[in-house]
């Protein structure tokens, strides 16, 4: 039986991670076998690709090798746990997925949805999230939440009018793909976004094996 697979998203500092521990649990106690993971992240080798992606000496990166490192690491991530998973019947959630390189890259950069789309079709093996939450937070709250946490990655370093765009661009996607993307406002409570998520996702969970 297929499992289902989740993705969270939206820019830099709009509390993901925290509804994932809460998606987690939530889904353990009804009985699901569930895969927390992230991107760029979530296998050895998606790891080692994340630290030359984030890396702050790493600022001479070409916007296109950025787009490819990504995807390189997508692909690993996919292929080691996502597809065997899902295709075990479990849950999977990844933190980012494809849809934050056609927002970063794609828009924010400038190098296209559909490129990025087209360059993402290698590494996804027709793998799609089932339901994707965007969260969506001004992008200096997000930034400012994030300053308070730890040093900014080269990523987070990018001028603020980048992480504008950012958002600015999840909003236009989530426009285009309603069907897919379910639009949070990330400024409500902590409780609020959790009752939200939990409202959206239940009635797409099957019986657990
Ligand atoms: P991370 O520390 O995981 O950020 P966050 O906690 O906000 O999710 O760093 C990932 C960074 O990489 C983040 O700035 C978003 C960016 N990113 C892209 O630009 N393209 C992508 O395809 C992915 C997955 C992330």
């Known amino acids: 039986?297929?499992?289902?697979?989740?993705?969270?998203?939206?820019?830099?500092?709009?509390?993901?991670?925290?509804?994932?521990?809460?998606?987690?649990?939530s889904l353990e106690s009804r009985g699901y076998d569930v895969i927390v993971t992230r991107e760029p992240g979530g296998t050895v080798i998606s790891e080692q690709i994340r630290q030359v992606i984030l890396d702050k000496n790493n600022m001479a990166m070409q916007d296109t090798t950025e787009l490819l490192l990504y995807a390189a690491a997508r692909a690993q991530l996919v292929g080691e746990v996502i597809k065997p998973a899902?295709?075990?019947?479990?849950?999977?959630?990844?933190?980012?997925?494809?849809?934050?390189?056609?927002?970063?890259?794609?828009?924010?950069?400038?190098?296209?949805?559909?490129?990025?789309?087209?360059?993402?079709a290698y590494a996804l093996q027709n793998m799609m999230p089932d339901i994707?939450?965007?969260?969506?937070?001004?992008?200096?709250?997000?930034?400012?939440?994030?300053?308070?946490?730890?040093?900014?990655?080269?990523?987070?370093?990018?001028?603020?009018?980048?992480?504008?765009?950012?958002?600015?661009?999840?909003?236009?996607?989530?426009?285009?793909?309603?069907?897919?993307?379910?639009?949070?406002?990330?400024?409500?409570s902590i409780e609020e976004i959790r009752i939200e998520i939990e409202e959206r996702l239940i009635p797409l969970l099957k019986q657990p094996k």
Do not use: W
């Not at 939206?10 to 521990?21: L, N």
């Not at 933190?95 to 360059?119: H, K, W």
């Not at 939450?133 to 900014?152: C, S, T, Y």
């Not at 504008?164 to 993307?181: F, H």
């Open 86 to 120: 899902v295709e075990a019947g479990k849950v999977v959630i990844c933190d980012r997925f494809v849809d934050s390189s056609a927002v970063y890259q794609g828009i924010a950069r400038g190098l296209g949805v559909d490129t990025v789309y087209e360059v993402n």
């Open 1 to 25: 039986m297929k499992g289902l697979f989740i993705s969270l998203e939206g820019p830099d500092g709009c509390g993901k991670s925290t509804q994932i521990a809460f998606m987690k649990s």
């Open 132 to 188: 994707t939450f965007f969260l969506d937070m001004p992008a200096a709250e997000g930034i400012r939440r994030k300053n308070n946490q730890h040093d900014l990655d080269r990523m987070e370093l990018q001028k603020a009018a980048f992480h504008e765009k950012v958002v600015e661009g999840y909003r236009q996607l989530a426009q285009t793909q309603k069907e897919r993307i379910v639009t949070i406002d990330a400024m409500k």
